[in-house]
Structure formats: structure tokens, C-alpha cells
T-cell receptor, first 116, second 111 residues
């Protein structure tokens, strides 16, 4: 069990460019979550998948954000036409959802995005 | 609406005990989590409470009172490595069972 991994760990881009982040969850986990976190705040929910199905997306999430989990394993988060306000840490978490279980989320190391 | 409150910052002495409080307002409570987050790193899971009472796990304990919308994380025998932010997160029906996170409590440990 290698834990949740994310790539890249850091990304610097210019305003208006597109960026894509990858998350590899813990192998047997069926749920995958994307969060955004800024300094001094808790994680903000963006979206989550159960297997390959995207079950929920935050109402606060701009149409510039899209996520996929094509085969129910790794996931990608794309941000189009980046803005300076998109600068944040993007966290991925995974969990194993079983009936009656706690559904504890385990986080990856995050991708820190800086938009210039 | 949903609201989670934690103190912004606390200071404690190495070897001592500290209690970090979390209050919440939600509808359809379905569990409360505590996570530890060192600066620049991802949150790591500490504890989970869904029923009233105290859950003990080594130096860390977590308490829940659902009727009061209140939880605390108790850290004993503080070590310098415990300097971190501690995040309280609540899962509830009115958030479609997604975790709603507090802003975190930054704990500073002094020698």
C-alpha cells in the first residue's frame, strides 16, 4: 500500500493557461475526492467519484474546472483558463466506502498551484 | 446553514496537555473527524466519533456531544512534533454527506 499519490507536487503557470493534475488513490479504494485549500483555511470540497461515476460537484465550482476518473482508478483535475484566484493547494483523497463503515478519507501530498 | 468553529491558534508547553474545541451546527449529523496537518503537508487522519463519548487512541483522545454540537481533541504529553494545525470536519445530511471542514487550529508547542 503506497498511499495516495499526486502529480505534479508543484505547478507554476501563467494566467490563462490550462493545467491538469493527476491523483492515484489507494488501490482498493472506490471513492476519490478533490479538494482545494488556501492558507489558513480547511479543505474546500470540489468533487467526488464513486468508482468511475462523478457523483457530486460543488455548486461553487466554476465551469473551468473538470474532473475525470475514466477507469475508476486514477483521476485527473483540469483547470482551464487559469486565474490568479485559482492559486491554492489541490488535495486528493480516497476512501473505501463500505456499508456501516466510517468511510475515512486518506489524503495525498497535494499539488500546489501558483498562477502568475 | 452549516458552521464549524475552532479557535484559530493555541499555545502549549512540551509535556503538557491541551484541549482543542470544535463546535458545529448541522442537520442530520453523521460523524465527526479530526485531522492533523503539518505546514505544507496533507491532512492525516487522527480520530472519528459518531456516538457520544470519548475515543482514546494513545496520546490523543476525542470527545463528542451530539446534543451540544461539540467535540474536543485532547493531546497529552505534548511533543514538539505535535506543532501543527488540527482540523475538525463534520459529515452531515445537509451537506449531502460530504465533509464540511473547520478552518483549523494552529497549535504551537513551546519547550
Amino acid at each position: 500500500d503506497t498511499g495516495v499519490s499526486q502529480d505534479p507536487r508543484h505547478k507554476i503557470t501563467k494566467r490563462g493557461q490550462n493545467v491538469t493534475f493527476r491523483c492515484d488513490p489507494i488501490s482498493e479504494h472506490n471513492r476519490l475526492y478533490w479538494y482545494r485549500q488556501t492558507l489558513g483555511q480547511g479543505p474546500e470540497f470540489l468533487t467526488y467519484f464513486q468508482n468511475e461515476a462523478q457523483l457530486e460537484k460543488s455548486r461553487l465550482l466554476s465551469d473551468r474546472f473538470s474532473a475525470e476518473r475514466p477507469k475508476g482508478s486514477f483521476s485527473t483535475l483540469e483547470i482551464q483558463r487559469t486565474e490568479q484566484g485559482d492559486s491554492a493547494m489541490y488535495l486528493c483523497a480516497s476512501s473505501l466506502e463500505l456499508s456501516g463503515d466510517t468511510d475515512t478519507q486518506y489524503f495525498g501530498p497535494g499539488t500546489r498551484l501558483t498562477v502568475l | 446553514g452549516q458552521n464549524i468553529d475552532q479557535p484559530t491558534e493555541m499555545t502549549a508547553t512540551e509535556g503538557a496537555i491541551v484541549q482543542i474545541n470544535c463546535t458545529y451546527q448541522t442537520s442530520g449529523f453523521n460523524g465527526l473527524f479530526w485531522y492533523q496537518q503539518h505546514a505544507g503537508e496533507a491532512p492525516t487522519f487522527l480520530s472519528y466519533n459518531v456516538l457520544d463519548g470519548l475515543e482514546e487512541k494513545g496520546r490523543f483522545s476525542s470527545f463528542l456531544s451530539r446534543s451540544k454540537g461539540y467535540s474536543y481533541l485532547l493531546l497529552k504529553e505534548l511533543q514538539m512534533k505535535d506543532s501543527a494545525s488540527y482540523l475538525c470536519a463534520v459529515r452531515a445530511m445537509d451537506s449531502n454527506y460530504q465533509l464540511i471542514w473547520g478552518a483549523g487550529t494552529k497549535l504551537i508547542i513551546k519547550p
